[in-house]
Each structure stands twice: as C-alpha cells, then as structure tokens.
C-alpha cells in the first residue's frame, strides 16, 4: 500500500503543471504603475500621488489578507479573532495619530479638520450599521475587500461592486432629505469635548484594551484558527 501511495503521488506530481515564473509580470506591472504615475504628474501632482497611494494600499491590503468583513464574520464561522485584533490594533495607532494631528491644528487655533465629519448619534446609525453589516457579510466583502477581491478576479465581488456603485450613487442623490429628516436628529459628540484630549484617547485606548482581551479570550474558548 506504501508503494501504490507513492507511486501515487509522483503521478500526481508528474501531471501537476509546473508554475509560471511572475516576476516578468511584476517588473512590467511596476513599470506601468510608474508610467501612469509620471503620465499623470504632467498633469496634476495631486493624481499622481492618488494613484501611487491607491496601488501601494491595494498592495499591502491583498498581501496582508486585511479586511473589516472577515473581522466581524471569522470570530462566528471560524473562532479565529485574529483579524479582529489587527482592526483593533489599527484603531488605537490611528486614535493616537489622528488626535496628535487634531490636538496640534486646536493648539495653533486653527480649525479642527474633519470636525464636519462628526455625525450625530441616533437610531439612523443603528440601522445603518446594521444594514451595512449584512450587506458586506453577504457580499463576502466592505468596500476594501471587495475592490481588493475585484482586482484578484473574483466574479462575484465584481457584482458586488456594480451594486455597491449604484448604492452609492442613489445614497449620495438622497443624502440632503435622509440627513435633515433622520439623521441629524442625534446629538453629536466629540470625546476631547467631553473628556478633554488627553482623557479622551486614554478612555478609547483602554476600550480598544479592553475588546482586544476579549477577543484573545474568545478564540482561546473557541479554539481558532490562532491556536
């Protein structure tokens, strides 16, 4: 029997065709990344940067596997929280980094950016998230993970995308009456406001602490992927 499997296997590997060599293909991708790149500075500097940003983002996203989708669902299919803690771990470098942006424009008086962006809180959001989070569970991505799964191939993330397109689209068109009828009806809340700054980032580190621990605890009680 040990000889038929290994006379198995090496038929298998005799018929298995053997791989393409990819580095043509990524020196020749590299150099029409940097073509367009030089293409488009003759044009804007802020496209050519966009374009560089967007490649090198897609990169590092395909490469590390990251996606908020497989963070929410791996924990319940799998009992893997790994992605999860990346998230996590995401969250806090860029809590501090963003408040260090933030807290210098307020010391120099000038105006906070991205203060427009801080959306009131109502039932609006809850929905939302909710809706949100169903839609990119059954499309097997977010909107990273499906344009990352786009470039690979996948045919179904590219349905995906035309929808996620569309939605957009007709989002965008109604925003002014869902805001004024919906979603303003919150309170917004700015945690430096509240909290003051340094207050503010201590408390959202020690809740990021605090559900980075509970995950590591629920793939132990799972038994993961990680362990």
């Known amino acids: 029997m040990a000889e038929v499997s290994r006379a198995s296997r090496r038929g298998s590997n005799r018929n298995r065709k053997p791989k393409k060599n990819q580095i043509p293909f990524g020196v020749l991708l590299a150099l029409f990344v940097v073509v367009v790149a030089i293409i488009l500075n003759a044009k804007s500097s802020t496209l050519a ?18 996606c908020f989708t497989a963070s929410m669902r791996d924990p319940y299919l799998t009992g893997s929280t790994s992605l999860t803690r990346a998230v996590i771990i995401a969250f806090a470098l860029t809590t501090i ?18 203060m427009s962006y801080v959306a009131p809180i109502s039932i609006a959001t809850l929905i939302g998230a909710f809706m949100f989070g169903v839609g990119m569970v059954i499309a097997g991505g977010c909107a990273s993970g499906t344009l990352m799964r786009v470039g690979e191939g996948f045919y179904m993330n590219m349905i995906s995308l035309v ?12 925003y002014g009456w869902w805001k004024e009828h919906f979603i303003s009806k919150g309170p917004s809340v700015f ?6 700054w340094m207050g503010a980032v201590v408390l959202q580190l020690l809740v990021l602490m605090a559900l980075y621990v509970i995950a590591e605890k629920y793939e132990a009680k799972r038994g993961g992927a990680g362990h």
């Open 49 to 66: 940067l966009f374009w560089i940003t967007g490649t090198a983002f897609g990169f590092v996203l395909q490469k590390g596997r990251f």
């Open 97 to 114: 980094g963003f408040t260090a942006i933030k807290y210098g424009y307020a010391a120099q008086g000038l105006p906070i950016p991205g």
């Open 163 to 174: 929808f996620f397109v569309v939605g957009s689209l007709l989002g965008a068109h109604d």
């Open 191 to 196: 945690l430096p406001d509240v909290f003051g």
